[in-house]
């Protein structure tokens, strides 16, 4: 069954070398962008993904990518609405914000952005990035309600459009129940930067899911597992629906 408690963490701290291997990748990724786009100022670089979920693996079975965002001052040769993904080796993606379409996502309390200002990955060359970090807590919580809301029906829509023919089923599975894991987190009171951390419980799942083992160790199809996923979504939004007024937004912000 999809757990509704959230119990303590249990793990080990991430080893120095994987830290100093993460790092390494970004100064990369930074690198490719700066050789690519000289005409761009870039502001800074953050990870986004497994890494800020305590959830990477490097391991013989399964290798977890490094994927980037890069914000850049755009010109007029980087149109301020766009935003610009690319692959890279081994299937890594560096993703290239403008400054204001970035602003923007951190505006509207985009879920899969915001979480890019509580990485321990980055590098900021531009003071205006720190602004954004010190403010991280007020900014993740300006409008959670919203947050929330959007977050659970973006997963009963994933839950609905999963099929067991579909090859990357895994992956979409783990990205589904873990986002409603954060957002059940979330509405439980846990602040944002410990709420991107899955439980011990929950990150077992996640690990099981992303390394097909899921159904194997739990005794329970994928298909039954996202049920049970989109089922507790729909009653975690009615909760969410039923008290929405006291959600405060912090229009400040």
């Known amino acids: 069954t999809v757990m509704l408690l959230r119990y303590t963490m249990i ?9 100093e291997e993460i ?3 970004v100064k990369k990724h930074l690198e490719y962008v700066e050789q690519k786009y000289p005409q761009l100022k870039v502001l800074g670089i953050f990870v986004i993904g497994s890494q800020n979920y305590g959830l990477s693996l490097q391991t013989d079975e399964y290798r977890s990518n490094l994927d980037t965002v890069v914000i850049v001052q755009a010109d007029d040769s980087f149109p301020s609405y766009m935003n610009t993904e690319m692959d890279t080796d081994n299937k890594n993606r560096i993703q290239i914000h403008a400054q204001d379409y970035f602003a923007n996502w951190l505006a509207y309390n985009t879920w899969n952005i915001t979480q890019v200002l509580f990485t321990d990955f980055k590098i900021i060359k531009d003071d205006r990035l720190n602004i954004l970090i010190r403010n991280a807590n007020r900014l993740s919580e300006a409008n959670q309600c919203k947050m929330q809301l959007d977050i659970l029906e973006h997963v ?3 839950c609905d459009s999963l099929s067991l023919d579909d090859s990357y089923i895994n992956k979409r599975l783990y990205d589904t129940f873990r986002l409603y894991v954060f957002a059940r987190d979330l509405y439980y009171g846990v602040p944002y930067r410990d709420a991107l951390h899955p439980d011990s419980i929950d990150a077992k799942i996640l690990i099981d899911i992303k390394t097909g083992k899921f159904s194997e160790v739990n005794d329970i199809s994928l ?12 009653n975690l939004l009615k909760q969410i629906e039923e008290h929405v007024d006291d959600f405060t937004i912090d229009t400040f912000v």
């Open 11 to 19: 793990g080990e701290q991430m080893e120095e070398f994987e830290k």
């Open 23 to 25: 790092m390494e990748g």
């Open 223 to 234: 298909q039954k597992f996202a049920e049970e996923i989109k089922a507790s979504a729909i």
């Open 156 to 158: 009963v829509i994933m």
